[in-house]
C-alpha cells in the first residue's frame, strides 16, 4: 500500500515559537493533501487542502495566517503552525490520496504538538 | 453544510458481531468510507462505498443506502484487536475532499 511519511511525530516548544511539520508521499505523488487537526478521542477536524503548486484551501474557521500550509513538490506538503499558543497544542495528521483513487486516505502517522 | 451522526460508544463481547451506523447530510456526496483508529494511531482505511448495497473485506462489510443517506459498518467474529475508534467519512466532490464522523469507540470484552 501507499505510504505517507511525517515528522516530526512529537513536538514541544515554547509559547511564540513556530513549528514545521512534514508530509511526504514516499512512492506516489499527491497533488493534493490533506491536513486535520484531533483533540483527545474526538473527531479528525479538516483544516485545509494543500495543492500542489498553488495555494492551499482553509476551511472555515482556521486562520490561514496561522497555519502556513506549503505543497512545493508533488511528494511534500510542510504545515507550519506560527507563533504557536497552549491552544494550538493538538495532534495534527496529513493525508494524501492516490491520483484516480479517491476513495481512500492514506494517513501520516500524526505530530503531536505540546506548545508551554 | 455537512454533518455526520454515529454511535459515540458501543461495547461488545469477542466472537460476536457488531454493526456501527452513520448517517450524514452533505453536498455533493460522492462515496462513505470507514476508518480504524487506535488510540495513539494513525486512522487506516476499512471500507468503502459509491453504491447502493453491501461491500465485503473479511470480517469486514460496510453497506449504503444513497436514498436513506446512511450506511453501516459490520463487523463480525469480533477480537479483542479490534477496541478502537471507527469513523465514517464522507466524500465530497466540492475539492474531493473527506469529512470524518465524531467516531464511535468500541470496546470488546472478553
Known amino acids: 500500500g501507499a505510504v505517507v511519511s511525517q515528522h516530526p511525530s512529537r513536538v514541544i516548544c515554547k509559547s511564540g515559537t513556530s513549528v514545521k511539520i512534514e508530509c511526504r508521499s514516499l512512492?506516489?505523488?499527491?497533488?493534493?493533501m490533506f491536513w486535520y487537526r484531533q483533540f483527545p478521542k474526538q473527531s479528525l477536524m479538516l483544516m485545509a487542502t494543500?495543492?500542489?503548486?498553488?495555494?492551499?484551501?482553509?476551511e472555515q474557521g482556521v486562520e490561514k495566517d496561522k497555519f502556513l500550509i506549503n505543497h512545493a513538490s508533488l511528494t511534500l506538503s510542510t504545515l507550519t503552525v506560527t507563533s504557536a499558543h497552549p491552544e494550538d497544542s493538538s495532534f495534527y495528521i496529513c493525508?494524501?490520496?492516490?491520483?484516480?483513487?479517491?476513495?481512500?486516505?492514506?494517513f501520516g502517522s500524526g505530530t503531536q504538538l505540546s506548545v508551554l | 453544510g455537512q454533518s455526520l451522526e454515529q454511535p459515540s460508544e458501543v461495547t461488545a463481547v469477542e466472537g460476536a458481531i457488531v454493526q456501527i451506523n452513520c448517517t450524514y447530510q452533505?453536498?455533493?456526496?460522492?462515496?462513505l468510507s470507514w476508518y480504524q483508529q487506535h488510540d495513539g494511531g494513525a486512522p487506516t482505511f476499512l471500507s468503502y462505498?459509491?453504491?447502493?448495497g453491501l461491500e465485503e473485506t473479511g470480517r469486514f462489510s460496510s453497506f449504503l443506502s444513497r436514498s436513506d443517506s446512511y450506511g453501516y459498518l459490520l463487523l463480525q467474529e469480533l477480537q479483542m484487536k479490534d477496541s478502537a475508534s471507527y469513523f465514517c467519512a464522507v466524500g465530497e466532490t466540492g475539492g474531493f475532499k473527506t469529512i470524518f464522523g465524531a467516531g464511535t469507540r468500541l470496546f470488546v470484552k472478553a
Open positions: 493525508s494524501a490520496r492516490r491520483t484516480g483513487a479517491n476513495e481512500k486516505l492514506f
Open positions: 512512492d506516489f505523488q499527491a497533488t493534493t
Open positions: 462505498n459509491a453504491l447502493d
Open positions: 452533505t453536498s455533493g456526496f460522492y462515496g
Open positions: 494543500s495543492n500542489e503548486g498553488s495555494k492551499a484551501t482553509y
